[in-house]
T-cell receptor, first 113, second 114 residues
Framework: KQEVTQIPAALSVPEGENLVLNCSFT??????LQWFRQDPGKGLTSLLL?????REQTSGRLNASLDKSSGRSTLYIAASQPGDSATYLC????????????FGPGTRLSVLP | EPEVTQTPSHQVTQMGQEVILRCVPI?????FYWYRQILGQKVEFLVS????????KSEIFDDQFSVERPDGSNFTLKIRSTKLEDSAMYFC????????????FGSGTRLTVV
């Protein structure tokens, strides 16, 4: 059974810092990994999708990497801003038909002005 | 950018009542999903739907739950007799070709059972 964990559970940094969020999964036989952002009481906003054949994806100040063999992904946020404050979730999918998208518990990020 | 739309954003219902949560997926998507998130807990898979039938469901999705695509645009989740523990945020998602190109989630319906 796929288990997804995220470290740290919470993180507080001053504005401008670069930071790394970590995601680990127990079964490396994944097809995709997706990073989401969730604001309090709100929905899930997709940030980056890494397909299993890829090693990283970039969007603006965000860079996500994937190491399937070790069961790890990292989300790197450069030059953090107060608007980045949210919970960041990673999720892994087991097959190409969208079944069993398993979510991690999230990392709650606070960027202080 | 195309969106997944969910209505209502918040619904309060009495225990034992039936509720229907509504979703309008992205128009050219073929795969539809419901997930839920109990306050303070992980997002959990409920059910996936493709080609007008359930393709997979979790152990959470028991006989109290049903899904339907009544027309070409809506996708609904029905809870027949709500329980207090059904209180959660329910998310609808859609995908064009399975999850290979990722999901798009709606903004959720917060269901409160009293």
């Amino acid at each position: 059974k796929q288990e997804v964990t995220q470290i740290p559970a919470a993180l507080s940094v001053p504005e401008g810092e670069n930071l790394v969020l970590n995601c680990s999964f127990t079964d490396s036989a994944i097809y995709n990994l997706q990073w989401f952002r969730q604001d309090p009481g709100k929905g899930l906003t997709s940030l980056l999708l890494i397909q299993s054949s890829q090693r990283e994806q970039t969007s603006g100040r965000l860079n996500a990497s994937l190491d399937k063999s070790s069961g790890r992904s990292t989300l790197y946020i450069a030059a953090s801003q107060p608007g980045d404050s949210a919970t960041y979730l990673c999720a892994v999918d087991r097959d190409n038909y969208g079944q069993n998208f398993v979510f991690g518990p999230g990392t709650r990020l606070s960027v202080l002005p | 950018e195309p969106e997944v739309t969910q209505t209502p954003s918040h619904q309060v219902t009495q225990m034992g009542q039936e509720v229907i949560l509504r979703c309008v997926p992205i128009s050219n998507h073929l795969y539809f999903y419901w997930y839920r998130q109990i306050l303070g807990q992980k997002v959990e898979f409920l059910v996936s739907f493709y080609n007008n039938e359930i393709s997979e469901k979790s152990e959470i999705f028991d006989d109290q739950f049903s899904v339907e695509r009544p027309d070409g645009s809506n996708f609904t989740l029905k809870i027949r007799s709500t329980k207090l523990e059904d209180s959660a945020m329910y998310f609808c998602a859609s995908s064009g070709t399975g999850a290979y190109y990722g999901y798009t989630f709606g903004s959720g319906t917060r269901l409160t059972v009293v």
